[in-house]
Structure formats: structure tokens, C-alpha cells
């Protein structure tokens, strides 16, 4: 039980990095992105060739895979730039769904569908399997830690104010002066690295990926992660990620202890209390458990 709890928290960790990228992209800047996945499984497989076949130290493929993910959100930004609501998220689940199909045929570059296997962990091997969780676990908070307080005094600094002004109406920021354009590319490049790097750590934790294991319901999770905790909280989008998988995980439990049903059932039942309790929170709290906070400057008051 204890390394099943190790685990799980290994994989908040990952789904709260997911979170603060997305929370850059969607909760500043106001774009919504359906395509975190396909960013994921780019750092995932990158930083997975670069230390399989290339044999790169393990840092140094987190690095590329953060990089080629960033260089991805780059290209996505410039290709959407001009796209809102409905059609930019249809735009970027269609960029995931790319991903995958060509993680699935490139058979020469990924192997197709049997995946990539022996990816290296760091001192696997050399530690037993409890204590590289152990180290896992501080490397992937570490990461989140890290990424936090980077995030957190950026949404306050005036990069994270221009952002706001665009995700409130992107047209009264360009006649303020500000390039629209170059500060939506800056966003998706930031958070598209933030989920890259999540993706590569993923990949050299589980040792093993295939395309099945970036289905466009992962960035489902994350978005309903960062819509719980708080869109534009960064430390909403950290304790959304670890609510959200406290329900996948704590549900299973629950349907399993309910006598008289088959598995299915037991599948469907653990569905619904998770979709209750998010329709739940969501209705109570609309604003997230943490809600977004920005600092109002009053103007002085005036002298007699």
C-alpha cells in the first residue's frame, strides 16, 4: 500500500505540472487548449529517443523534450492565433490527436504501437523499486515546486498582466500597444514546455510508452484539475491536479467495496461519483477552491 501511495503521488505530481502549463495557456492568456496531451507525448518521446537510441544523459532529455514541446506550442500559436472559443479548442485536440496517430504508424521513429520500452530512470536498477519511487517522487515535486514559484511571480510581474488584459479582450490590449501576437506565442511556448517536461519525466518514471497511453482523456483530467482548483491559481491548478486524482483513485476503492455488481457496473458506478462530486464542487464553488487573485492598484486619493 505504501508504494501504491507513492506512486499516486508521483502521478499528481505530473498532473499538477500539466496543470500550471495549462493554466498559463488557458488561465492568463485565455486560450483554451484541448491538445495538452499531444505536447505531453512529445516530451514524452523525445526525451525516450534522445536517452534510448542517442544514449543523452537523463537531464538533458527533460531539457529537449520541455524544448521541443515549446518549440510545438510556437508553431500551434502562430497556426490559432487568430481562432477563439470553440474553434481554437477544436483546432488543438485535433494537434493531440496528430500526435498520436504519428507516434502509431512512424514505426521507424517510435516503434508504432508496441511502444518504446527500457527507457532509463535515474539509479534504477541500482535502488530497489521502493526507493527509486522514493526518489522519483522528490524529483517530480521538486519540478512542481520549482515551477510554481516561477509561475506564481510571473502571473504577478507585468508579463502576467499583459496576458490577463488579452484573455479579457485582446483587442483593447493591441490598441494599448501591447503585440498581441508575440505575447499568445510566449504563453503556449511556456506552457507547452511546463506539460513537455512533464511528458518526459512520465516517460523515464513508467519505463515504458506507447501511443494508447496518450488518449485525449488525460487532458480532460487536467482541465476539469485546473477548472476545480481555480482557472488563473497557480496554487488552485496544483491542489485541482491532487483532488483529481484523489477521486480517480479513491473511487475505485469505494465501487469495489459495493457488494452485488459486476465490473462493469463497478466502472460505471466510479464514474459517476467522480462526475457528482466535480458537478458538486463546481456548482458550490464555481470559482474553484482557490480562486484567481489580482492586485488592484487605487489611485491616490486627491489633496484639498
Not at 157 to 178: I, N, Q, T
Not at 233 to 258: K, N, P, Q
Request: aromatic content about 10%; charged content about 10%.
Amino acid at each position: 500500500m505504501e508504494a501504491y501511495l507513492v506512486a499516486m503521488l508521483v502521478f499528481a505530481g505530473f498532473y499538477a505540472l500539466m496543470a500550471l502549463g495549462l493554466n498559463v495557456i488557458w488561465g492568463l492568456a485565455g486560450m483554451v487548449n484541448l491538445g495538452l496531451v499531444g505536447f505531453f507525448a512529445v516530451g514524452a518521446y523525445a526525451s525516450a529517443l534522445l536517452t534510448t537510441k542517442l544514449m543523452w544523459p537523463m537531464p538533458l532529455g527533460w531539457a529537449a523534450g520541455a524544448a521541443l514541446a515549446a518549440a510545438a506550442g510556437a508553431a500551434m500559436a502562430v497556426i490559432v492565433a487568430r481562432l477563439r472559443g470553440d474553434y481554437l479548442a477544436i483546432v488543438t485536440l485535433g494537434f493531440a490527436e496528430v500526435i498520436r496517430l504519428v507516434a502509431s504508424n512512424e514505426i521507424w521513429l517510435t516503434n508504432g504501437t508496441d511502444g518504446i520500452s527500457g527507457i532509463p530512470g535515474p539509479w534504477r536498477g541500482a535502488v530497489t523499486p521502493q526507493e527509486f519511487n522514493l526518489v522519483f517522487l522528490a524529483i517530480v515535486w521538486t519540478a512542481v515546486a520549482i515551477g510554481f514559484l516561477l509561475l506564481a511571480r510571473l502571473s504577478h510581474s507585468p508579463f502576467g498582466r499583459v496576458l490577463r488584459a488579452v484573455r479579457e479582450d485582446e483587442d483593447v490590449a493591441a490598441v494599448a500597444g501591447k503585440p498581441v501576437l508575440w505575447f499568445k506565442v510566449r504563453a503556449f511556448c511556456l506552457g507547452a514546455a511546463i506539460v513537455g517536461l512533464s511528458g518526459a519525466l512520465y516517460a523515464h518514471y513508467n519505463a515504458y510508452i506507447a501511443p494508447d497511453g496518450f488518449a485525449p482523456l488525460l487532458t480532460i483530467y487536467v482541465v476539469l484539475a485546473l477548472t476545480a482548483g481555480g482557472v488563473g491559481s497557480m496554487r488552485g491548478a496544483v491542489l485541482g491536479a491532487v483532488l483529481v486524482l484523489v477521486l480517480l483513485e479513491g473511487t475505485r476503492f469505494l465501487a469495489a467495496a459495493v457488494p452485488g455488481v459486476s465490473p462493469v457496473q463497478k466502472a460505471a458506478l466510479r464514474e459517476g461519483i467522480i462526475a457528482l462530486s466535480l458537478i458538486l464542487l463546481l456548482r458550490l464553488r464555481p470559482q474553484g477552491l482557490i480562486p484567481e487573485r489580482t492586485r488592484t492598484l487605487h489611485a491616490p486619493k486627491a489633496t484639498p
